[in-house]
């Protein structure tokens, strides 16, 4: 698709994104957290299993290659996830869960260049700040809204975000030359192995086999793990990782347009403004 095709592929990739959180409310109170996590990476390993048979793709041999897609599996969809969907289950609003997860860009940024020696000049800086306060006025009326603060699943989405902003690092850093249905396979070998042994010691099982459930699994199959993983391992691919990582700034304010068209929740001037800078400073961070 080549350049031409990467603005519409960070699009698309942001609207998937932030159904994320849609689909965690879904699942909260409907299924164990780590229960709902597992099966969704078991799934999405068969699928992209049969699609990697399908083209004939290579697998790796060299375990180097092995355990870089699984460490990556295990931070970006293992614990990121883990922290997000178990922090919804506990009580934390997604809105404030999209909050915490808005500093992704910023954690990639500070760390991008010790561990990537990734440089970002003055503006780019900037569009990073701007970008926080914008995902801060979106998410502030639920953010007031919210009957107290549960800090222990707080502190899980801060979690979950670090490995998020370690697993894209690790990404970035190891340079995978694997097809990326291979690749994507193995990560969620890796999830699947952190996240299922977590989910029988901690969860009795809980799994409600109705329909919002099951078609909340579905789109974490098939638009989350195969669309929106997908998405992501090209863009970084293409681009440095502080340049992917603003691109989350976008999510909440699509998640506030999703939850106000399919939920009905009202949208008011100072998310709009929210909405504006967050554009704006992913426009700015995102600057070669």
Known sequence: MGSFGTPLLSALFVFIWATGFIVAGIVAGRADPLTFLSVRHLASIG???ALSLAVRAAWPREPRVWRDAIVAGMLLHGIYLSGVFWAVSR?????????????HPL????????????????RQWAGIVVGVLGVALIVAPKAQAAAGIPWLALLAVLAGTLGLTLGTIWQKRSRPQMDLRVNAAIQFVGAFALTAPVAALLEPGRFDMGGAILGALAWAVLGLSVGGISILLVLLRRGAASRVAPLLYL???????????????AIGGLQFAGMILAVAGCFAARQP
């Open 251 to 265: 999510s909440p304010a699509v998640a506030a347009l999703l939850s106000w068209l399919l939920f009905g929740e």
């Open 91 to 103: 009580g934390l609003p997604p809105g404030i869960t999209a909050l915490v997860t808005g500093l």
């Open 47 to 49: 699928v992209f299993v």
């Open 107 to 122: 954690l990639t940024a500070l760390l991008a260049f010790p561990l990537l020696h990734e440089r970002l000049v003055m």
